[in-house]
């Protein structure tokens, strides 16, 4: 059964990656429904991620944090918000090895701040989540939603947290609530501290691949469309109160994945560089998706198409991360890497 599309949606974190995809996505396939982009603007939240659509009626922008309890609901109530969706996170797990409170702040805080308004208000909220909240998965296992969430760094341990206030609102407050927990996106607007963005823009550069430890890790590369089409599955056909994995169910090592950033930019492999690991490092994700299949969605693309496609991207937008490359990205970069790329053991 498909329920009625939302007519007012508030989406937070929608001038950040997977965000202003979804945005980009649903005002093309749901022209008569209006969007509230609620965003902070940090680092990674991007104005420009959504240049083109910013003439749009449907299409407005309200500058806050999500822990600011007045600003959202003021924002809810002013547009008659419906839907919630909540992207706004800090999401970089070394950026919360190095810095992990602030994750705290948002991931956890703010989504109860979010989860408040909702309740006040009677807001169905849908909710990010990952495949991190899963922790390290054994050779032989795929996640499905009901496994044990066992976070192993500060952000995956924040996005848990988030997940796990959530599903307690469901059940205590009886409030409408879905999540969906997304495996590793790629594609287009992705800030490039996160590898396939920072392995493109570095291999197009000439500078080296920065890869930690061995390069075995697996992850299931995704196509952020993909992640997209199954959030949207969730809102309109997914049984309120339960979690969706969203992926394609396929992993890959992080070194197939630089083989195929390095081939599709014609780039020479001698640009790989190993360095020291990640600290906590887990070694895979892998996520069953079973569960929104049935709800009639399908990934189309596997996971080196979608990681070629976002190398290609990257590739032919240099007017959109060499600004980013050359501000603020820079100290983190020295911060993080200097002393990895120097050969010198942290
Ligand atoms: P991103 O870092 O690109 O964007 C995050 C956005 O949230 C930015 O626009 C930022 O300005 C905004 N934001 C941060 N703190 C805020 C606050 N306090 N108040 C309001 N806005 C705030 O992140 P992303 O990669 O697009 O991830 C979006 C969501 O999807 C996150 O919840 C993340 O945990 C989840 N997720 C990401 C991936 C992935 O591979 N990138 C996979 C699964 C789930
Ligand atoms: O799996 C979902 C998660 O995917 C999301 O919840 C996170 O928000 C998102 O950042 C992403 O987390 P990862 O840690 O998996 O992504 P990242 O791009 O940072 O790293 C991907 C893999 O590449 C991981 O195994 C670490 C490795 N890596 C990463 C960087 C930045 C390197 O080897 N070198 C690097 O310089």
Redesign the pocket.
């Known amino acids: 059964m498909t329920r009625e599309i939302p007519k007012n949606l508030l989406v937070?974190?929608g001038?950040?990656?997977?965000?202003s995809n979804f945005v980009r996505y649903w005002t093309e396939q749901h022209p008569d429904s209006k969007v509230v982009v609620?965003?902070?603007?940090?680092y990674?939240?991007r104005r420009e991620n959504l240049n083109d659509l910013w003439d749009n009626a449907n299409l407005s922008l309200v500058v806050?944090?999500?822990?600011d309890m007045d600003a959202a609901r003021k924002a809810c109530q002013d547009n008659g918000i419906d839907l919630i969706v909540n992207?706004?996170?800090?999401?970089?797990v070394d950026q919360s090895i190095l810095g992990p409170l602030v994750f705290t702040d948002?991931n956890v805080r703010?989504t109860h701040v979010l989860l408040e308004v909702a309740r006040e208000l009677g807001i169905r909220l849908h909710h990010?989540?990952?495949?991190e909240v899963y922790g390290h998965i054994r050779d032989d296992h795929q996640s499905v939603e009901t496994d044990e969430l066992a976070p192993r760094s500060p952000y995956a341990a924040s996005?848990a947290a988030a997940d796990q206030l959530v599903q307690a609102y469901a059940i205590t407050y009886g409030i409408p609530v879905t999540i969906t927990r997304?495996?590793?996106?790629v594609g287009p607007y992705?800030?490039p501290e996160?590898a396939v963005p920072l392995f493109s823009t570095n291999a197009i550069l000439g500078e080296p691949l920065p890869v930690y430890g061995d390069g075995r890790q697996m992850r299931d590369y995704a196509h952020v469309y993909d992640h997209c089409t199954g959030i949207e599955a969730v809102l309109l056909r997914g049984n309120i109160g339960e979690v969706y994995n969203v992926g394609t169910g396929r992993e890959m090592t992080n070194l197939e994945m630089v083989d195929i950033v390095l081939d599709t930019l014609s780039k020479d492999h001698s640009l790989v560089k190993h360095v020291t690991d990640r600290p906590g490092h887990d070694r895979r994700y892998s996520m069953n998706v079973d569960k929104l299949r049935a709800l009639g969605w399908e990934p189309r693309y596997d996971p080196k198409q979608a990681v070629a496609e976002a190398a290609k991207w990257y590739e032919g937008n240099r007017w959109w991360w060499e600004p980013i490359r050359s501000g603020e990205f820079r100290e983190y970069y020295d911060r993080q890497y200097a002393e990895r790329l120097a050969g010198i053991q942290q």
């Open positions: 937070t974190g001038c950040g990656f997977i965000g609620y965003d902070k603007l940090t990674a939240g806050a944090d999500i822990g992207f706004a996170a800090e999401t970089h948002t703010g990010i989540s990952t495949d996005k997304g495996a590793n996106n992705q800030y996160k």
